[in-house]
Nanobody, 122 residues
């Protein structure tokens, strides 16, 4: 059974950095594009960034462009999200997802992790 487990969240001051990880098991990792989404209280799940199966293509939301970077290591079945210059509005639960497509659409993701909280303070 496929499982995605996020880690690396926490409390950080505005302007700081965090690196999230998402470890996959129970699926052929290199067959899936991977994405990061986030959800703040009272809001819908929002696309952040996605990476293709081999890492050659990325799609990034305008709100994080130039600050967040996605990468993957297929040998380790892990995808990463490097977040720099964090802002208060980046506070949310961050989820990783696995999809057959490199896509920003929530409904096109087959598997999800349980999420990790990122809180940015002033």
């Amino acid at each position: 059974q496929a499982q995605l487990v996020e880690s690396g969240g926490g409390l950080v001051q505005a302007g700081g950095s965090l690196r999230l990880s998402c470890a996959a098991s129970g699926l052929t990792f290199s067959n899936y594009a991977m994405g990061w989404f986030r959800q703040a209280p009272g809001k819908e799940r929002e696309f952040v960034v996605a990476i293709s199966r081999r890492g050659g293509s990325r799609t990034t939301a305008d709100s994080v462009k130039g600050r967040f970077t996605i990468s993957r290591d297929n040998a380790k079945n892990t995808v990463y999200l490097q977040m720099n210059s964090l802002k208060l509005e980046d506070t949310a639960v961050y989820y990783c997802g696995a999809s057959r497509l490199t896509t920003a659409l929530v409904r096109q993701y087959d598997y999800w992790g349980q999420g990790t909280q990122v809180t940015v303070s002033s």
